[in-house]
């Protein structure tokens, strides 16, 4: 009995120092003591950017022919912008697995892509499949798409020497917490990847008012660290969602709270988080759903995603008290709608866009 109150004490000990609490055999947690969030509640001012449009979320969405070899999704209000088909995602997965339903995309310097998937049964679990772009394309996919959505499909009994070389260059990630999963993001100048992991409910509510940031490890493509905090401001709970980094290092997500985009700013290190609300609220959302932000490094730009509409607007103007304007913003409306899940960006400032119904991931004709 007084080792299991040594224990316990131990544990809480640990908790109020914020030191590092093994969740599990593989998973470090630390415990911040001190808020994350940083607020200035006075200093907010209301942004009209009436260049973006609401959208709001169809009652069912278009889905996509298997049989396709190429998709298209085009701009049919604001910024002029085409995604055309880059790879069609495999369907079914290793093992005959049902991946399904992706939620968030990243990708590395190195060229590597990273697809989380979130099975709609797998109660806050999912899993992280990398693929290796240069290798897929030089084995021919992009030409041929086909040849990757079908690469886990036996032909009388077993794979064609091409299907195992294209297997070659996906690695399959185990199943782990994920939450909903839609927040993957590639720091390109910790060269790391993190995510939240904001469990839900059957009918949609977050299951904690903290939060809760994972540390990616590109090896097993697993959580190996967390950082368990809180971010709670006025009754409401804040980001979860989507997580995006600048070529500095710096983290964003946005929400919207009742009041508008509220877009927050900050740092992630390995033990702590610290963000702070910037002073402007935008009064028009892109959409019904927060579903994930992007950074395009070539143009220097923020981007909201939320189903088939997208928001943009320049990093550097949300510095101090921000000099944001409605001139500032990009916006275009998609079709057909897919449900867009993600958007990141390469070295040259095009767009790969991850979208669902069925998953695949576009890439922009032009510099987005």
């Not at 009064?283 to 927060?290: A, D, K, N, S, Y």
Request: overall charge positive.
């Amino acid at each position: 009995m007084k080792r299991f109150i040594l224990g316990v004490m131990s544990f809480a000990i640990c908790l109020i120092l914020g030191q590092a609490v093994m969740a599990n055999a593989s998973v470090k947690v630390y415990h911040q003591r001190s808020t994350a969030l940083i607020n200035h509640p006075s200093r907010l001012r209301m942004l009209n950017n009436s260049k973006v449009k609401y959208i709001r979320v169809p009652r069912t969405y278009t889905h996509m022919r298997r049989s396709h070899k190429e998709n298209q999704m085009t701009a049919v209000r604001g910024k002029k912008v085409t995604f055309r088909t880059h790879f069609l995602l495999p369907y079914p997965g290793k093992g005959r697995q049902h991946w399904g339903n992706p939620q968030s995309i990243a990708m590395s310097k190195s060229g590597y892509m990273y697809i989380v998937y979130c099975p709609k049964k797998g109660r806050n679990r999912g899993r992280i499949v990398r693929f290796d772009m240069k290798r897929l394309t030089q084995l021919g996919v992009t030409k041929e798409p086909k040849l990757l959505q079908s690469v886990y499909v036996k032909h009388h009994g077993r794979y064609s020497e091409k299907q195992k070389n294209i297997q070659r260059a996906i690695k399959v990630g185990g199943l782990f917490g994920t939450g909903h999963g839609q927040s993957l993001a590639y720091n390109p100048k910790k060269h790391s990847l993190y995510m939240w992991r904001d469990n839900k409910t059957k009918s949609g509510m977050p299951m904690s008012t903290g939060g809760y940031i994972q540390h990616i490890s590109t090896k097993t493509l697993k959580a190996d660290r967390a950082i368990s905090f809180r971010l709670i401001s006025h009754g409401f709970i804040h980001g979860g969602h989507s997580l995006a980094f600048d070529k500095y290092g710096n983290a964003y997500f946005w929400s919207n709270p009742g009041d508008g985009v509220n877009v927050y700013k900050g740092k992630i290190s390995p033990h702590h988080v610290i963000f702070r609300r910037t002073d402007q609220i935008f009064r028009h959302l892109p959409g019904t759903h927060v579903q994930s932000m992007g950074y395009n490094a070539k143009r220097g730009r923020l981007y909201l995603i939320s189903d088939d509409s997208v928001a943009s607007f320049p990093a550097s103007r949300l510095k101090g008290r921000g000099s944001l304007t409605n001139k500032s913003f990009d916006w275009s409306e998609l079709t057909p709608k897919r449900e867009t899940e993600g958007l990141v960006f390469d070295s040259t400032g095009h767009g790969y866009l991850l979208t669902n119904h069925s998953p695949e991931v576009l890439v922009s004709t032009t510099v987005y």
